[in-house]
C-alpha cells in the first residue's frame, strides 16, 4: 500500500505505472527540474512539490486500477493463440533481443510498423505488446491506447513470464539494467 513513507523506488516497483501517473498529473519526475531519488519518500516528493500526499495516494491508486486493465497474462495470451483468435502479438523489446529470443507468431516493434497500427486498426482491434520482464509495457500500452487503440492489452511479466508459465524452452535472460 502506498503511505507517506513509502519510498520512489518501493512505490515504482509497487505501482508500475506510478511514473506516467506522476508526471502527468503533477510534472512531477518528468525531468531534471522535477526529478526525485529512488531513497526518497512519497512525503519528501510531496512537500518539495507543494502537493498533498493523501491526494497523490489517491490518484496513484487510481491509476493503477485503469492500468490492471491494460494487463492480459501469459496464460490468456496463449489461449488466445490457442482458440485461433486473431490479434497483433508485438515485441517491444530491442532488436537484438528479439532476434536473440522471441515468442512464436510475435514481431518486432518497428516505428514503421506503430505507425502502421495507428493508421489502420480499428479502436477495438486485440493488439498484445509485450517486453521483457513486463516493466515497461504499460507505458508503450497506454500510448497504443492514447492513439485509439483501445483494445491494446500488455502482458504481464513479459517473455519472461511467457517462459516460466507457458513455454520453459524459450530460454530466459537477464539484462545489466534489470
Known amino acids: 500500500m502506498a503511505e507517506a513513507t513509502t519510498s520512489m523506488v518501493d512505490l515504482l516497483a509497487a505501482y508500475p505505472g506510478a511514473r506516467r501517473a506522476l508526471f502527468s ?15 526518497e519518500t512519497l512525503a519528501e516528493v510531496c512537500e518539495r512539490n507543494e502537493i498533498g500526499v493523501s491526494e497523490v495516494i489517491a490518484h496513484v491508486l487510481q491509476s493503477h486500477e485503469v492500468d490492471k486493465g491494460m494487463l492480459i497474462s501469459p496464460t490468456e495470451v ?6 485461433g483468435k486473431s490479434f497483433v502479438f508485438m515485441d517491444t523489446r530491442t532488436r537484438e533481443e528479439h532476434e536473440a529470443v522471441a515468442i512464436s507468431g510475435s514481431e518486432f516493434m518497428t516505428q514503421e510498423r506503430q505507425q502502421e497500427l495507428f ?4 479502436e477495438d482491434d ?3 505488446l509485450y517486453d521483457h520482464t513486463g516493466g515497461r509495457v504499460l507505458d508503450t500500452c497506454a500510448w497504443f491506447q492514447g492513439h485509439g ?3 491494446t492489452r ?6 519472461d513470464a511467457w517462459s516460466n508459465e507457458v513455454d520453459k524452452k524459450i530460454p530466459r535472460y537477464r539484462l545489466e539494467m534489470d
Open 149 to 151: 487503440l483501445k483494445g
Open 25 to 39: 498529473r503533477y510534472h512531477i519526475g518528468g525531468c531534471s527540474s522535477c526529478a526525485y531519488r529512488d531513497d
Open 119 to 122: 493508421g489502420t486498426s480499428k
Open 78 to 83: 496463449k489461449a488466445m493463440i490457442d482458440d
Open 126 to 128: 486485440v493488439i498484445v
Open 154 to 159: 500488455g502482458m504481464t511479466g513479459g517473455i
